[in-house]
């Protein structure tokens, strides 16, 4: 009896030890499994044969292909908070700027850890298409929130200290934790896209001077601010034909069920045309009708965008930041794929690599790459003559990370959601004006002459 507790004592550690090992190695396939054929390019099977396993050992250590992803994007979340923890300067407005640097540059140099960063936050909820897969128990650690805690933490001290007045500590987080997202979005585009260098704005010094305009006093005239908007034309290049119906079908499963959970039939279904229509029409099914719904819904926020007529481009760059927000509100459905489709999804974890057209995978649709120019070409428009280069390009993808940020936090903040707590319109339009402040120099003050006085004559 006691030589068999013996031998189960020694046992235990040694299956511990394997388990470990063969989890380690799970995650570490499965890591370059979606990275080379993205989520839905890789099946149990095959992640299990590159990881000399078999698919039941992957159910039970991660539960389902989902619960690997989550570990996955955890690690590299974990990963981001030790850089973060690595940063040793004085004030907090200096770590953030510096926490957020760090960030790139070690994404840029660590791409395995870097392009799930990109993608972490938007994706969960559309790809996974339950919404109760990606929850937390209150008691199961959260990096994503540790990462955003340490931002909040700083931002605090900075509202505290008086050194950053006029913006609410939750608000200063968001927007900085925006600006990261949107340039390592950015900077991930330009790596796999096979461009040598990245474009001018989009590297760590455009970062640090966006940064350095939220954090030091707008010196700029504020704003003017519309206080209402108005839709487009929603139906030009629309008809009642077979590619229209499915494209409608697509756009309502897709934006109810998520993309995982939506199928072909029932697209097609919704059309009233079959499977094979379908299939002539897009051949590669799912991924290409999700590019052409993104392609719609950005075409429509873009002819939004368009229609504001604001003789300054800072009033237009405030105005399609609020613009926005009303759209998530008059139309949910249009936002979720603006917020959670296109950006970050379809470059990674839908669509697949092609080896043969080296990045065509990691491409935004074009409509997609025309609103982002949209706020850029505002940014530059407001810059003045004697701006740092690339300011304008920096500053228009650092508004556009800041609202749609402050969107996607409050599109998650659901009842029972456990996340935090949501932004409102002003904490998001409020870091978006003062940057926008920034960029229009301090009106110069005309010198006072000193007239000599004239004695007046006594009568």
């Known amino acids: 009896m006691l030589v068999a507790l013996r031998a189960v004592r020694h046992r235990e550690p040694a299956q511990s030890s394997r388990a470990a090992l063969?989890?380690?190695r799970v995650t570490e396939h499965g890591r370059e499994g979606i990275r080379e054929r993205g989520y839905f390019g890789c099946s149990l099977r095959e992640l299990a044969l590159e990881a000399r396993t078999t698919p039941s050992a992957i159910l039970r250590l991660f539960g389902s292909k989902h619960g690997l992803l989550r570990t996955i994007y955890d690690e590299s979340l974990e990963t981001a908070l030790g850089w973060l923890d690595d940063v040793r300067v004085e004030s907090p407005a200096e770590q953030m700027t510096a926490g957020v640097l760090r960030v790139l540059k070690r994404a840029k140099a660590e791409p395995r850890v870097g392009d799930f960063l990109v993608c972490h936050a938007r994706d969960t909820d559309?790809?996974?298409?339950?919404?109760?897969?990606?929850?937390?128990a209150p008691d199961e650690r959260d990096?994503?929130?540790?990462?955003?805690?340490w931002f909040h933490e700083r931002a605090h001290a900075c509202v505290e200290s008086g050194a950053v007045e006029g913006l609410a500590p939750l608000a200063l987080a968001e927007a900085v934790v925006g600006i990261m997202?949107?340039?390592?979005?950015?900077?991930?585009?330009?790596?796999?896209?096979?461009?040598?260098?990245?474009?001018?704005?989009?590297?760590?010094?455009?970062?640090?001077?966006?940064?350095?305009?939220?954090?030091?006093?707008?010196?700029?005239?504020?704003?003017?601010?519309?206080s209402s908007f108005a839709h487009a034309d929603r139906l030009v290049g629309w008809d009642d034909g077979t590619r229209d119906r499915l494209v409608a079908s697509a756009w309502v499963e897709l934006a109810t069920h998520g993309y995982g959970s939506s199928t072909t039939a029932a697209i097609a279904r919704g059309a009233r045309t079959s499977e094979s229509e379908l299939f002539r029409l897009f051949s590669a099914g799912k991924p290409d009708l999700l590019r052409e719904v993104q392609e719609r819904c950005y075409a429509f926020v873009l002819a939004d965008l368009e229609a504001l007529d604001g003789a300054d481009p800072r009033s237009e760059l405030v105005d399609g930041s609020a613009l926005l927000w009303w759209l998530a509100e008059d139309q949910p459905s249009l936002m979720t794929f603006v917020l959670a489709g296109a950006g970050n999804t379809a470059p990674l974890l839908i669509a697949p690599r092609d080896e043969d057209a080296p990045?065509?995978?990691?491409?935004?649709?074009?409509a997609a790459e025309r609103y982002a120019r949209w706020f850029r070409d505002r940014a530059r428009a407001a810059c003045?003559?004697?701006?740092?280069?690339?300011?304008?390009?920096?500053?228009?993808?650092?508004?556009?990370?800041?609202?749609?940020?402050?969107?996607?936090?409050?599109?998650?903040?659901?009842?029972?959601?456990?996340?935090?707590?949501?932004?409102?319109?002003?904490?998001?339009?409020?870091p978006i004006e003062r940057i926008v402040q920034g960029l229009q120099p301090a009106p110069a003050r005309r010198p006072q002459r000193h007239r000599r006085a004239v004695p007046v004559p006594v009568a």
């Open 22 to 24: 063969l989890r380690r």
């Open 126 to 136: 559309f790809l996974i298409g339950r919404r109760g897969d990606l929850l937390r």
């Open 143 to 149: 990096p994503e929130g540790d990462v955003f805690a």
């Open 181 to 226: 997202e949107r340039f390592l979005l950015r900077s991930f585009l330009h790596r796999e896209s096979g461009r040598a260098r990245q474009a001018q704005g989009y590297g760590c010094s455009a970062a640090e001077a966006v940064l350095r305009l939220l954090f030091e006093p707008a010196a700029g005239p504020p704003p003017h601010r519309r």
């Open 359 to 366: 990045g065509a995978h990691a491409t935004l649709p074009v």
């Open 384 to 430: 003045p003559p004697s701006a740092t280069p690339g300011l304008g390009n920096a500053a228009g993808e650092a508004v556009l990370g800041i609202a749609e940020r402050m969107l996607l936090t409050w599109h998650r903040a659901e009842p029972g959601r456990g996340t935090r707590r949501a932004p409102s319109p002003q904490d998001a339009i409020a």
